[in-house]
C-alpha cells in the first residue's frame, strides 16, 4: 500500500543522497592532485577546451599559450586517468558538476599548501639566515623586499641587493629597478647567488625549494633534511611522481608568495604577475629550445629525484655484480655441501 510505496522511495532516496555524496567526496579528493601536479592557475575549462578544438577544428600553427594548454590537459589526463571518459559519457549538467567539485578540491589544497609554507617558510628563513628581524609565521606584512633576508631572496638575479642603490631603486619601486616575473630570483638558486654570465647554473637548485617540496609533497618533518641525498625509499614509484610533480614547478610559485608580503592569494602583486612566472618556469622545464636544454633539464630533474628520494643503482646490478654478492655465495656454498655429501655416499 502507500506506506510501502514511501518506504521504496524513501530507500531510494537515501541510496541517491548517499551515491551523490560519495561521489561529491570522489571528485573533490582527486581534485587535490591538479594543483599539486598539472596547473596552478589555468580552470579545467580552458584545457578541457583546448583538447576539444584540436579534435574539432582544421589543425593550423597553435599559439605557445595553446601549445601550453595542450600539454596541461594531457597531464591532467594521465594524473586523472578516469577522467577523459567520464567527459565522454556525462551529460552537460554531470559534467559541470564533476568540474566544480574538482575545483573545490584543488583550490582547498592550495590554500591549505600556501597555509603550511607561509608558517614553514618564516621557520627556515629565522634559522638559516637568523635576522635582527624574524619573521613571525603568523602574519605577512613585514616579508617581502621590506624585509631584509626575504629582499634578497626575492631580489631578481640580475641585481645585487647588497647595494644600496639597487635595494633603494626596489623598495622606492623605481622605474630603473621593476622587479617582474621576467626576472629569476635568487631564491631559485643554489646558495641564493648567480651568474650572470651563466643563468642557468644553480638555477632551481636552493635549499629553501627542496624544504618546500619536501613539506609539500613527502611531509613537513622530511623538510628538515635538505643537505643530502634522500633516503631512497620507494625509489621506482617516487622518481615516475618526483619527475611529473616537478614539471609542473608549483613549489616555486609557492616559495615565492610565502616570502612576499602579499597576504592573500592573487596573480598579480604590484608588476609581479604570478601566472605569468608560473608560465615561465613551465617553459623552463617543457619547452626547450633543443636536445642540449633538454639534457640539461633532465639532469636537473634527476638531480631533483636524488636529493628527495635518494639514489638508487638497480641498473647497475648486473648478473656478473650480484654473482660476488653474500645471497648467491651462500647458495653456491650450500649447493656444494650437498654436492659432497651426496659424493661421499
Not at 597531464?75 to 565522454?88: D, N, S, V, Y
Not at 634559522?127 to 624585509?147: C, M, T, V, Y
Request: aromatic share 10%; net charge negative; with cysteine.
Amino acid at each position: 500500500g502507500t506506506k510501502q510505496r514511501f518506504a521504496v522511495f524513501t530507500h531510494h532516496s537515501t541510496l541517491l543522497l548517499i551515491d551523490r555524496q560519495r561521489k561529491t567526496t570522489y571528485f573533490v579528493a582527486q581534485g587535490r592532485a591538479i594543483r599539486w601536479m598539472i596547473v596552478l592557475y589555468t580552470s579545467l575549462e580552458d584545457l578541457i577546451a583546448e583538447n576539444d578544438r584540436r579534435y574539432e577544428e582544421q589543425m593550423e600553427p597553435s599559439t605557445p599559450e595553446q601549445d601550453r594548454l595542450q600539454r596541461g590537459y594531457i597531464a591532467l589526463a594521465q594524473i586523472l586517468l578516469w577522467l577523459h571518459e567520464k567527459l565522454t559519457v556525462f551529460d552537460m549538467d554531470d559534467a559541470e558538476d564533476m568540474l566544480k567539485k574538482l575545483k573545490k578540491g584543488a583550490d582547498a589544497a592550495r590554500g591549505d599548501n600556501t597555509s603550511t609554507l607561509k608558517d614553514l617558510v618564516a621557520a627556515w628563513v629565522n634559522q638559516d639566515f637568523r635576522p635582527s628581524h624574524l619573521l613571525r609565521p603568523d602574519e605577512k606584512q613585514s616579508r617581502g623586499f621590506a624585509h631584509e633576508v626575504c629582499g634578497k631572496l626575492l631580489c631578481p638575479a640580475e641585481w645585487d641587493w647588497d647595494n644600496d642603490h639597487v635595494k633603494a631603486g626596489i623598495r622606492d619601486r623605481t622605474s630603473e629597478y621593476i622587479v617582474s616575473e621576467n626576472s629569476w630570483p635568487w631564491f631559485l638558486y643554489e646558495n641564493y647567488s648567480s651568474n650572470p654570465s651563466n643563468l642557468k647554473h644553480g638555477l632551481f637548485k636552493s635549499k629553501i625549494l627542496v624544504q618546500a617540496f619536501k613539506a609539500t609533497f613527502t611531509s613537513p618533518s622530511s623538510a628538515r633534511e635538505a643537505e643530502g641525498d634522500g633516503d631512497g625509499a620507494d625509489i621506482l614509484e617516487n622518481n615516475r611522481r618526483a619527475r611529473r610533480a616537478l614539471s609542473q614547478v608549483k613549489v616555486k610559485t609557492c616559495v615565492h608568495f610565502a616570502l612576499s608580503g602579499v597576504t592573500s592569494w592573487r596573480t598579480v602583486d604590484s608588476d609581479f604577475d604570478y601566472e605569468m612566472f608560473w608560465n615561465n618556469i613551465v617553459d623552463f622545464f617543457e619547452n626547450v629550445p633543443g636536445p642540449v636544454a633538454q639534457c640539461r633539464v633532465t639532469q636537473l630533474l634527476e638531480w631533483w629525484t636524488r636529493k628527495i628520494f635518494g639514489r638508487n643503482h638497480r641498473e647497475d646490478l648486473t648478473p656478473d655484480v650480484v654473482s660476488q654478492m653474500s645471497v648467491t655465495a651462500l647458495a653456491d656454498q650450500r649447493r656444494a655441501l650437498e654436492d659432497a655429501a651426496y659424493d661421499s655416499q
